[in-house]
Nanobody, 123 residues
Framework: QEQLVESGGGLVQVGGSLRLACIAS????????MGWFRQGAEMEREFVGT????????LLAESVKDRFTISRDNAKNTMFLQMNSLQPDDTGLYFC????????????????WGQGTQVTVSS
């Protein structure tokens, strides 16, 4: 069973940057589409970005597309989320997820999830 571990979260001031990483335990990682999601306090989990198994296709949420970049390095079984110009609304627990098949923004279509890494943006 594929396992995912997120890292790179932390406390940052408004306008700052963070780079999240999601490491997969299994070499079959290369067969999976991946996604980033986040969940703020008392809020539903929301889509942030998704990337296809080969990195050729990616999609970011409208609220972050001009500030965040999603990428992956299959040789290292790792997916990244570069977050720039962070705002208080970006605060939340960030999760990575994986699924066999096409990249999608639909939360329920991912069946493998990490435990999350906390991002806090202070104003």
């Amino acid at each position: 069973q594929e396992q995912l571990v997120e890292s790179g979260g932390g406390l940052v001031q408004v306008g700052g940057s963070l780079r999240l990483a999601c490491i997969a335990s299994d070499r079959t990682f290369t067969n999976y589409a991946m996604g980033w999601f986040r969940q703020g306090a008392e809020m539903e989990r929301e889509f942030v970005g998704t990337i296809s198994w080969d990195g050729e296709y990616s999609l970011l949420a409208e609220s972050v597309k001009d500030r965040f970049t999603i990428s992956r390095d299959n040789a290292k079984n790792t997916m990244f989320l570069q977050m720039n110009s962070l705002q208080p609304d970006d605060t939340g627990l960030y999760f990575c997820a994986a699924r066999q098949g096409l990249a999608t923004r639909v939360t329920s279509q991912y069946n493998i999830w990490g435990q999350g890494t906390q991002v806090t943006v202070s104003s």
